[in-house]
């Protein structure tokens, strides 16, 4: 009877794992949009999209600075509408990143920190982010 009961448990315990793997392995691609240039990165889910560019080393000069630590909006980027208003509702923009946010180029009522965005099971396959073509660093301002 022990025997079983510790086989029982070790397969119950294991199971929270491998959906933890399972998750971490799903991804849906980025698209970065920016001027007349295109980036596709794959993304997991959870990250955010400036883990993306970072991880990728996407060639998207200056974007990321402060390295999402909520000091710069040099991660600025426009949303669709679909992806802001499911933000919006799941992950609303803070006082800090709606204070960086207004100093942001190319502002748009869609307008986020990449580095506050996650992508989720609920994105589509494909992303499609707006970087703006002018980069500005807030901590220079």
Request: charged share 30%; proline share 4%; hydrophobic share 40%.
């Amino acid at each position: 009877m022990f025997a079983l009961r510790n086989f029982a448990c070790r397969i119950l315990n294991a199971l929270p794992q491998t959906r933890l793997l399972s998750s971490a392995s799903e991804t849906r691609t980025v698209r970065f949009l920016n001027g007349d240039r295109k980036f596709d990165a794959n993304g997991k889910i959870g990250q955010t999209l400036l883990d993306v560019v970072v991880e990728h080393d996407l060639a998207l000069d200056g974007f990321g600075a402060c390295e999402g630590t909520l000091a710069c909006c040099t991660c600025h980027v426009i949303l669709g509408k679909e992806h802001f208003e499911r933000e919006d509702k799941l992950n609303p923009a803070g006082e800090e990143e709606l204070d960086l946010l207004d100093m942001a180029p190319e502002l748009n009522d869609y307008s986020r920190l990449g580095c506050q965005i996650k992508i989720t099971k609920k994105d589509p396959e494909v992303v499609e982010v707006v970087v703006p073509t002018i980069n500005r660093d807030a901590r220079n301002s």
